[in-house]
């Protein structure tokens, strides 16, 4: 069975600080995968998507960047963090291009 | 652009009960997915169901069901014989029916739900 993790699970991080959050998928080959962010309170909102090595696309313009050097790795990164990339950040990863499947995710907090 | 609603920011039933939740959206297109996902306070996001927009039977997952208006453009999740463990954040997702391997889901702000004993 397909499973995918996500860490780490809590990161506190200074302004300026860089960022790197890694989320792996087991068990399946060439998935889709995706990046979410959640602010308090609100929905999620897709950040990149990546459907192969290298292949990256960027929903939103902001302070992050993603990549994608193996084909289940998915790599979020930044390299100096502001207040407003605080939240929990979600990864996930789908086969057919519907069901999405989330793992359990990394609370942000940028001091 | 696709926008998801979901007009309960937080409902509450009694176990065993039976509750349903809201979600209207808007688009133009005619092929698409709907999806319900439960956040519990462990954060994971977890299917609940799923409708494909063409077809007009309504999804069925053990307790939960949904009523779907395609016209209305409704969606709404029942919940039957609510448990404990139904206590979570609730969002309603859109995506669009594309030809090719992959689309962005778009939530609502969510609503949070609580089962008492």
């Known amino acids: ?111 | 652009a696709q926008t998801v609603t979901q007009s309960q920011p937080e409902m509450s039933v009694q176990e065993a009960e039976t509750v349903t939740l809201s979600c209207t959206y808007d688009t133009s297109e005619s092929n698409y997915y709907l999806f319900w996902y439960k956040q519990p306070p462990s954060r994971q996001m977890i299917l609940v169901i799923r409708q494909e927009a063409y077809k007009q039977q309504n999804a069925t997952e053990n307790r939960f069901s949904v009523n779907f208006q395609k016209a209305a453009k409704s969606f709404s999740l029942k919940i039957s014989d609510s448990q404990l463990g139904d206590t979570a954040m609730y969002f309603c997702a859109f995506m669009k029916l594309r030809s090719y391997n992959t689309d962005k889901l778009i939530f609502g702000t969510g609503t949070r739900l609580q089962v008492f004993p």
């Open chain 1, 1 to 111: 069975s397909q499973t995918i993790h996500q860490w780490p699970a809590t990161l506190v991080q200074p302004v300026g600080s860089p960022l790197s959050l890694e989320c792996t998928v087991e068990g399946t080959s060439n998935p889709n995968l995706y990046w979410y962010r959640q602010a308090a309170g609100r929905g999620l909102q897709l950040l990149f998507y990546s459907v192969g090595i290298g292949q990256i696309s960027s929903e939103v313009p902001q302070n992050l960047s993603a990549s994608r050097p193996q084909d289940r790795q998915f790599i979020l990164s930044s390299k100096k963090l502001l207040l407003s990339d605080s939240g929990f950040y979600l990864c996930a990863w789908s086969l057919t291009g519907d069901i999405q499947y989330f793992g359990a995710g990394t609370r942000l907090s940028v001091l």
